[in-house]
C-alpha cells in the first residue's frame, strides 16, 4: 500500500493543508463579520463542487445536480435578503 501511495503524498498532504486553511478562515470570518452573509458565501462551495466535477472531472451534471444547485442557489438569495 505504502508503494502505491507514495507518488500521491504530496497532493494529499496539500489538500489536507488547504481545508485546514479553509476551515481556519471560516471561523475567522464568522468572528469578524455578519454570520448570515458568511453562511451564504460558504454554501456556493456546493455549487461550485458541482461545477468543477462537471468541467474538470467530466461528470456528468444531470437534472439533481443542476435542481440541487438552484436549491443551494435560492436558500443563499433568501439569506442575502433576510440579511439585507
Given at each position: 500500500?505504502?508503494?502505491?501511495?507514495?507518488?500521491?503524498?504530496?497532493?494529499?498532504?496539500?489538500?489536507?493543508?488547504?481545508?485546514?486553511?479553509?476551515?481556519?478562515?471560516?471561523?475567522?470570518?464568522?468572528?469578524?463579520?455578519?454570520?448570515?452573509?458568511?453562511?451564504?458565501?460558504?454554501?456556493?462551495?456546493?455549487?461550485?463542487?458541482?461545477?468543477?466535477?462537471?468541467?474538470?472531472?467530466?461528470?456528468?451534471?444531470?437534472?439533481?445536480?443542476?435542481?440541487?444547485?438552484?436549491?443551494?442557489?435560492?436558500?443563499i438569495a433568501v439569506?442575502?435578503?433576510?440579511?439585507?
Amino acid at each position: 500500500m505504502l508503494t502505491t501511495l507514495r507518488p500521491l503524498w504530496g497532493r494529499g498532504l496539500a489538500g489536507g493543508l488547504l481545508s485546514l486553511l479553509a476551515y481556519g478562515l471560516v471561523v475567522w470570518a464568522q468572528s469578524r463579520g455578519d454570520l448570515s452573509t458568511i453562511a451564504a458565501l460558504r454554501e456556493t462551495s456546493i455549487v461550485f463542487g458541482a461545477l468543477i466535477g462537471a468541467v474538470v472531472f467530466r461528470e456528468r451534471l444531470g437534472h439533481r445536480r443542476i435542481t440541487a444547485s438552484l436549491a443551494v442557489l435560492a436558500g443563499i438569495a433568501v439569506l442575502q435578503l433576510a440579511a439585507g
